[in-house]
């Protein structure tokens, strides 16, 4: 099955400055990279999401990159401010496996004053 | 906007109970989901229902059981609880295709279950 793996779990940065946050998947077929938010006793939030058939994709201050031939995706976010601050998952699902989102293990950002 | 409902957002319950967490979702979605959120392990599926009364296993299916008798609400079935099943659970749902074609899914805030 699909296998994703995130780094960093966990990262600070000043506010402003831009954070970086990356995903690696395994199986060629997924073609979905959905990117979820989680604020503190809340359930995730999807923010952005790219397909395999496209390369970046940006909204505001966000913007995701996929690399399908080093099956690889990140998520950046610019101008960070206080409200970024929460955990983040990517995820990786393909054509015909049901919806089924195989998630990665959480990147903890923190944005400082 | 969609909106996934889970009933209980704390529980405590004794080892060796019977615990059904309930989700309710009201945009009429084929798709449901209950995964496991631990520290470190990011989201675990535990089932998914693509259908009224049908169900498949995900990654971590042992312990556990669900029913889908009505299209909008999937529970989530502790037979017999147990300390190592204190987590948060998250149940989500989506449609079959997205109205882009994506496979957006969409979560609840979340039951934190405690077993003592």
């Known amino acids: 099955g699909e296998n994703v793996e995130q780094h960093p779990s966990t990262l600070s940065v000043q506010e402003g400055d831009s954070a970086v946050i990356k995903c690696t998947y395994s199986?060629?077929?997924?073609?979905?990279f959905p990117w979820y938010k989680q604020e503190l006793g809340k359930g995730p939030q999807l923010i952005i999401d790219i397909r395999s058939n496209v390369g970046e994709k940006k909204d505001q201050r966000i913007a995701v990159t996929l690399n399908k031939t080093a099956k690889h995706f990140s998520l950046h976010i610019t101008e960070t401010q206080p409200e970024d601050s929460a955990v983040y998952f990517c995820a990786a699902s393909k054509t015909g496996g049901g919806n089924k989102l195989t998630f990665g293990t959480g990147t903890q950002l923190k944005v400082e004053l | 906007d969609v909106k996934v409902t889970q009933s209980s957002r704390y529980l405590v319950k004794r080892t060796g109970e019977k615990v059904f967490l309930e989700c309710v979702q009201d945009?009429?979605?084929?798709?449901m989901f209950w995964y496991r959120q631990d520290p470190g392990l990011g989201l675990r599926l535990i089932y998914f229902s693509y259908d009224v009364k049908m169900k498949e296993k995900g990654d971590i299916p042992e312990g556990y059981s669900v029913s889908r008798e009505k299209k909008e609400r999937f529970s989530l079935i502790l037979e017999s609880a147990s300390t190592n099943q204190t987590s948060m659970y998250l149940c989500?749902?989506?449609?079959?295709?997205?109205?882009?074609?994506?496979?957006?899914?969409?979560f609840g805030e979340g039951s934190w279950l405690t077993v003592v």
């Open positions: 199986d060629s077929a997924s073609n979905y």
């Open positions: 945009m009429d979605h084929e798709n």
């Open positions: 989500a749902s989506s449609p079959v295709k997205g109205a882009d074609g994506g496979n957006t899914i969409y």
